[in-house]
């Protein structure tokens, strides 16, 4: 499976009173893994633009196992799931220093023309494109 990993140090800003990450942030860990992720094969947001396509999240699943606290080091990992007809990424978030498992989730996103605002029924030739030249023959 293809995959990058970040590490972030939670900031009192993303905790709630109980000192508890609040549970809207895990979206924005993914949103940096992801965007993490896709720099690594050369197709960040602004190259989808480039390319003539918009890759909105459609869908988005969490699963909150383990609180995530003030302070904390996490390392969340987004690893690549489907590709072909849809972008579907995994995630999992670990704590840094004991490995232990936080949270793990899903996103969905779908590839949009940008010039008729059409959804693609499947993935653009420029996404096998550029998965191919970065990590060699694509296996599901």
């Not at 699963?63 to 972008?87: A, D, M, P």
Request: net charge negative; glycine share 4%; aromatic share 14%.
């Amino acid at each position: 499976m293809y995959s990058s990993e970040i590490e972030i140090l939670v900031p009192f800003h993303d905790v709630d009173s109980m000192n508890v990450v609040w549970h809207g942030h895990y979206a924005k860990y993914f949103e940096v893994a992801r965007c993490e992720f896709l720099d690594t094969f050369h197709y960040s947001y602004q190259a989808m633009k480039d390319s003539g396509y918009a890759w909105p999240v459609i869908d988005m699943r969490i699963k909150y196992v383990k609180s995530i606290v003030f302070g904390q080091k996490i390392r969340v990992r987004c690893s690549l799931r489907e590709w072909e007809y849809r972008l579907k990424l995994d995630y999992l978030i670990t704590d840094v220093a004991t490995g232990a498992r936080l949270t793990k989730g899903y996103t969905v996103q779908v590839a949009i023309d940008m010039q008729t605002e059409l959804m693609c029924f499947e993935s653009p030739p420029i996404l096998k494109q550029l998965l191919t030249q970065n990590f060699g023959t694509l296996t599901e």
